[in-house]
């Protein structure tokens, strides 16, 4: 299992990679392995502006469906329109080609919130 240092990291499973204004944003490698086969993501609108803790799509599995959180409060500017076609790209590559959306930013101070790569090692290896 893969935990880029590179990273920041939710106690609900998203991966954060920060870019300055923008953020993108991803579900986990221990995520993606716990759903299993991915059949469909359902992601917000460009334009739409969520809080941290907000659901703000849905992935679907063979096995279940699950709420994915934001991670930072900001404005929707671009999402992965080729899960549609290649959902299985969240399972396959979470942290390259599985990418889910990018926010603008709102409150930067809220990163320092979010977990580093240890730390999340940490609460995956209570939950598996």
Not at 57 to 80: Q, R, Y
Not at 111 to 117: G, I, N, T
Request: hydrophobic share 35%; no cysteine.
């Amino acid at each position: 299992m893969e935990f880029p240092e590179n990273l920041l990291y939710s106690e609900e499973h998203e991966w954060v990679r920060d870019e300055g204004e923008q953020v993108t944003i991803g579900i986990t490698d221990f995520a993606q392995s716990q759903l299993k086969d991915i059949v469909y993501v359902d992601l917000p609108e460009i334009g739409s502006e969520y809080k941290k803790g907000e659901s703000i799509g849905v992935v679907e599995s063979v096995k279940t469906v699950a709420d994915i959180f934001s991670p930072v409060t900001g404005k929707v500017i671009e999402k992965n329109l080729k899960l549609k076609d290649h959902p299985e790209w969240v399972n396959t590559d979470p942290y390259g080609k599985g990418w889910l959306l990018r926010m603008e930013l709102k409150d930067r101070d809220e990163l320092k919130e979010l977990l580093s790569s240890g730390a999340y090692q940490g609460i995956v290896s209570k939950e598996s």
